[in-house]
């Protein structure tokens, strides 16, 4: 029994022995940052986020050493930083912490509080947001229905000068859409591209014929033609509307 309890005891101070040393030197590494973390590199594909921001929200969560760095925090206070998508957060030895950012890209507002990144995700505006963007009105399991209309009209009045403002998508799939002229189109549900690119082809001459009122509205749920609304172009008088037959151009 007695030598049972002294090869215990034994073992017990043979461990210590081995263990004070390594814990005593393992503090001095960590506590008494005998290994600093020098180097940074932030690297990625951004340019709403900038390179200042990261390196400030890092700083930090360094000051305690290479060892003392907890890689999951200081990604958690990066990917919190305005437009960050995601983080990757690296550790090399001996002195260098290696950043990888991607941020989203934004291509509309989706309705008045989120934006719609390139990618099709939604995500919040950021505090002090200012980015003129097409608005997006539409339910959210139709974002990639609405980025394809979207690329498909952009180009239709691009050469007259003219902006797609906003686009809207009903929940009954009836599309409409707003220029950066002001002028209101409605394109209806069925065959909505080949519907709106008739009428871009006509636009112009629409306008030409017209060059003393400005074109307000068209309505594009018509077989055979158009529903058109002119404003005249002095002050205070009304609109007028009035019907243009295409056939089968």
Do not use: C
Not at 97 to 109: F, I, M, W
């Amino acid at each position: 029994m007695m030598k049972a309890l002294f090869r215990v005891t034994a073992w017990t101070l043979a461990i210590a022995l081995v263990v004070l040393p390594v814990a005593t030197v393992l503090n001095g590494w960590i506590g008494g940052e005998r290994w600093p973390m020098r180097h940074l590199r932030v690297s990625g594909e951004f340019n709403l986020v900038s390179d200042q921001q990261v390196r400030e929200t890092v700083l930090p969560n360094v000051n305690n050493g290479y060892f003392a760095v907890n890689l999951e925090q200081v990604r958690q206070n990066i990917a919190a930083l305005p437009w960050v998508k995601q983080v990757d957060v690296r550790k090399r030895w001996p002195d260098r912490l290696e950043v990888t950012v991607s941020e989203y890209k934004p291509l509309a507002r989706w309705g008045e509080k989120k934006l719609l990144a390139e990618n099709g995700e939604i995500f919040a505006i950021p505090k002090n947001a200012k980015l003129k963007l097409p608005l997006f009105v539409g339910p959210d399991a139709n974002t990639s229905d609405m980025m394809s209309f979207y690329s498909y009209a952009k180009p239709l009045f691009l050469g007259m000068g003219l902006q797609v403002q906003s686009i809207q998508m009903s929940a009954r799939g009836s599309w409409s859409l707003t220029l950066s002229d002001g002028l209101e189109i409605e394109v209806g549900r069925g065959e909505p591209q080949q519907r709106l690119a008739r009428f871009a082809r006509l636009m112009p001459q629409i306008k030409n014929d017209e060059l003393q009122r400005q074109l307000v509205r068209a309505d594009l749920r018509y077989t055979n033609g158009f529903a058109l609304s002119w404003k005249q172009a002095a002050a205070g008088e009304s609109e007028v509307e009035n019907n243009l037959q295409q056939g089968n151009t």
